[in-house]
Every structure is written in structure tokens, then in C-alpha cells.
């Protein structure tokens, strides 16, 4: 889709490319953390500190008591914890709902797993689903339906 949008002088809704500058308090943390030795590669599933403050978050928010040594993973953006959770849920063959528009890594993310794509299509102007035609896209075959929140790329 950048290729694409770029070939075109079209606006790219598929990533963010924010048209504003970053916060001050987050542009001043990041020179803080470097400032104070803190810019090596952590520990591949996140940082004790980081899971453990996500763990309060879910507590807070949705009351969720989750364990930050057993179920806590960060990944490396979105595109990893894509690909690691198709990769442990999906075989080749196997089927993955996908709403449509989506972002653009959806696809190779399912074809590098061996599966293959179901689209149900989001309807303009609201982004709404006909719960008929996703009833139709499920089948022996479908092992994962891909639900984000916001939706990416319509924001819904």
C-alpha cells in the first residue's frame, strides 16, 4: 500500500505517518532513558519492568489479574506478535478470517504461515460487517479471525 500511495500521490491510510510532532514528555523520556544508559536490547519477551507495569494496567483497567512472567510477551510491533500468534495457530492449508480494508502485513503474514486469507468486508461509512457473510467465511478450515481495536486501517 506505501508503494502504491507513494506511485500516486495518494494519502496512505494502511500505517500511521503522523502529520504532527511527537510530545514533548516523550521526546524528553527517550533522551532521559539515553542519558541514563538505558538504550541495550532487553530481554526478548520485554522487560521485567515493562510486563510488570502492563500487568497493573490490565488490573486497573479491565480488572484482569495476569501473571507478568507467564503471560505477558512484548513483541517488537505489531507485525511480530502477528506472525508469532498465526505461526502457533494456523497450519499450511488452514484459513484466517481477515476484515477488509486491512493492513497491509495481514496478508504476507498469513501466506509466510502456509494459510490462506478469508476476507469479509467492512462497509463504509460506519465500517460495519454483514454478520451473514462472516457466518459464510467460517468453515473446517478457519483456525483464526484477525479482530483489532482500533480497527487499522479505518480506526473503528
Sequence with gaps: MTRLALEVDAVNLAQGFPDFAAPAEI???ACQAISDEHNQYTITWGSPN???ALAGYYLRWYGLSLDPEREITVCC???EGMIASLLATTNPGEEVIVFEPYYENYGPDTWLCGA?????RLH???????????RRAFNRRTKAIIVTNPHNPTGK
Design 27 to 29: 521526546k524528553e523520556a
Design 77 to 79: 510491533g505489531s507485525t
Design 116 to 120: 490462506e486469507r478469508r476476507l469479509v
Design 50 to 52: 515493562l510486563r510488570r
Design 124 to 134: 463504509p461509512p460506519h465500517w460495519t460487517f454483514d454478520p451473514d457473510e462472516l
